[in-house]
Nanobody
Framework: QVQLVESGGGLVQAGGSLRLSCAASGRTFSSYDMGWFRQAPGKEREFVAAISWGGDSTYYADSVKGRFTISRENAKNTLYLQMNSLKPEDTAVYYC??????????????WGQGTQVTVSS
């Protein structure tokens, strides 16, 4: 079973930046399309961004398009999310998971503990 460990969250002022990381155990990381998700208090988990297994294709939720960038380093079994121009509404716990690229609601691993991102106004 692949384990996912998210890190890099923190408290940042509106307009600031953070870079999240997701470290995956095992040797199958490069075989999977991957995605980032987030869950704000009192809300359901929502899709943020996805990247193909080779890293050559990406897409984003409209709410983060132009501000967030998803990337990966298969040699390091690591997924990244660069978040710029952060807004208070980006405040949430952020998670990563393997996804079906055509339908990111389909996930393949257990969820990790996530990393908290808090954006102050």
């Amino acid at each position: 079973q692949v384990q996912l460990v998210e890190s890099g969250g923190g408290l940042v002022q509106a307009g600031g930046s953070l870079r999240l990381s997701c470290a995956a155990s095992g040797r199958t990381f490069s075989s999977y399309d991957m995605g980032w998700f987030r869950q704000a208090p009192g809300k359901e988990r929502e899709f943020v961004a996805a990247i193909s297994w080779g890293g050559d294709s990406t897409y984003y939720a409209d709410s983060v398009k132009g501000r967030f960038t998803i990337s990966r380093e298969n040699a390091k079994n690591t997924l990244y999310l660069q978040m710029n121009s952060l807004k208070p509404e980006d405040t949430a716990v952020y998670y990563c998971n393997a996804v079906d690229y055509s339908d990111p609601s389909v996930n393949f691993h257990s969820w990790g503990q996530g990393t908290q991102v808090t954006v102050s106004s």
